[in-house]
């Protein structure tokens, strides 16, 4: 089993910056990726970054590409996401995945078996 716990979401005007924190615990040695997702009001929930946790390669979605840096931290089993230059269109809650399995693909929800619970992240314009 894997813990994720989230922090770091809150309220900022559009063009500001956050930086989400999803700390994990338990089988942390098996952890093959860990990604971030959105879900916003009304909407499904969608990929937006993920990194492979050995070698760091990272994966984004187009909307998130050139404005937000996932990235972590191995001593801490932490991963970040920094949001820069955020819109109103942003507004979601976050969610923290972690997957313990090899796959082609890390932008699915199906690829990943732990969730954290969740940040809320409002972008005022």
């Known amino acids: 089993q894997v813990q994720l716990e989230e922090s770091g979401g809150g309220l900022v005007q559009a063009g500001g910056s956050l930086r989400l924190s999803c700390a994990a615990s338990g089988r942390t040695f098996a952890t093959y990726a860990m990604g971030w997702f959105r879900q916003a009001p009304g909407k499904e929930r969608e990929f937006v970054a993920a990194v492979i946790w050995n070698g760091g390669l990272t994966y984004y979605s187009d909307s998130a590409k050139g404005r937000f840096t996932i990235s972590r931290d191995y001593v801490k089993n932490t991963v970040y996401l920094q949001m820069n230059s955020l819109k109103p269109e942003d507004t979601a809650v976050y969610f923290c995945?972690?997957?313990?399995?090899?796959?082609?693909?890390?932008?699915?929800?199906?690829?990943?078996?732990?969730w954290g619970q969740g940040t809320q992240v409002t972008v005022s314009s």
């Open positions: 995945a972690a997957s313990t399995s090899y796959s082609r693909s890390v932008s699915s929800e199906r690829d990943y078996e732990y």
